[in-house]
């Protein structure tokens, strides 16, 4: 498993990748509009820290729950160590797109909460993208005013993200993807590469297997930089993670017959 992440500017990164042998966490914490604050003493990266430990803990610990409930378990662990210091009733209280995956016996299970996808590389060729498009689908179209984001997060007939309501966790996009050769997590400042610059999902999962996270990140900002952005900020937070699944391959086998790099709920 590889993972990169890098800062879009000279704020604090908001985005948060975490891993362990057979799991992948990353999450992308919701920068406030300017004069928002929120309700809460602590700000968006304290959320996505929190927020990611607990899921750390539970998925290192084995928990064998659906994702779906190990996430609300998780946002209501979270909830309780702010509880007593900031308004969680807040609508704009600060809230994170949620990935993940975790390798199971039918499988790589996954969970996508908001605009984070994760993308599968299939073993007759091509690839799966799961993505949670509600965002995209308010009513109205962009660019949507601050008040309807706010009346429309966390509610029915809008978008859900992990914030301080643990309920929105049940309505993930959740599933199981059997046989997959290998898994990506990314959050939205890597897939400007699909959505702004014409790269095809089987251009960006070739180039998580051949060069890595690192490398995809940094095509995303010479791009940026020499075509700018087609909306918003020039350069966002970027994170991507890459795993291939099941037994390493002979090619991840280097010559002193050393795995190069542990493949997603392989035996070790």
């Not at 992948?24 to 990266?45: E, F, K, Q, R």
């Not at 046989?179 to 959050?187: D, I, Q, S």
Request: aromatic share 4%.
């Amino acid at each position: 498993m590889a993972c990169a992440s890098r800062a879009g500017s000279e704020r604090p990164n908001e985005d948060l990748v975490i891993a362990g042998p057979s799991w992948i966490v990353v999450l992308d914490g919701a920068t406030a509009a300017p004069g928002v604050d929120g309700g809460c003493a602590h700000g968006v990266a304290w959320l996505v820290g929190r927020l990611g430990g607990a899921l750390a803990a539970a998925l290192a610990a084995g928990d064998g729950r659906p994702l779906a409930a190990v996430l609300e378990s998780a946002v209501e662990t979270t909830m309780a160590a702010h509880s007593g210091t900031c308004d969680l009733g807040d609508p704009d209280s600060p809230s994170a797109t949620v990935a993940m995956v975790r390798a199971g016996p039918g499988g790589v299970d996954y969970l996508v909460l908001g605009d984070s996808p994760v993308v599968f590389s299939l073993p007759g060729g091509g690839v799966r993208v799961v993505s949670d498009d509600r965002l995209e689908r308010l009513p109205g179209g962009r660019p949507y005013t601050l008040e309807l984001v706010r009346r429309m997060r966390n509610a029915p007939g809008g978008f859900w993200v992990a914030a301080a309501r643990p309920e929105a966790a049940r309505q993930a996009v959740c599933g199981t993807v059997a046989g997959a050769r290998g898994v990506g997590v990314l959050t939205d400042g890597v897939t400007r590469l699909v959505e702004w610059y014409g790269w095809s999902w089987d251009e960006l999962v070739a180039a998580l297997d051949g060069r890595g996270p690192e490398a995809v990140i940094q095509a995303v900002r010479e791009l940026e930089t020499a075509r700018g952005p087609l909306s918003g900020k020039r350069h966002d937070d970027a994170t991507a993670a890459w795993a291939r699944t099941g037994r390493p391959a002979a090619s991840d086998v280097d010559p002193g017959g050393h795995h190069r790099a542990a493949a997603l709920g392989a035996d070790p």
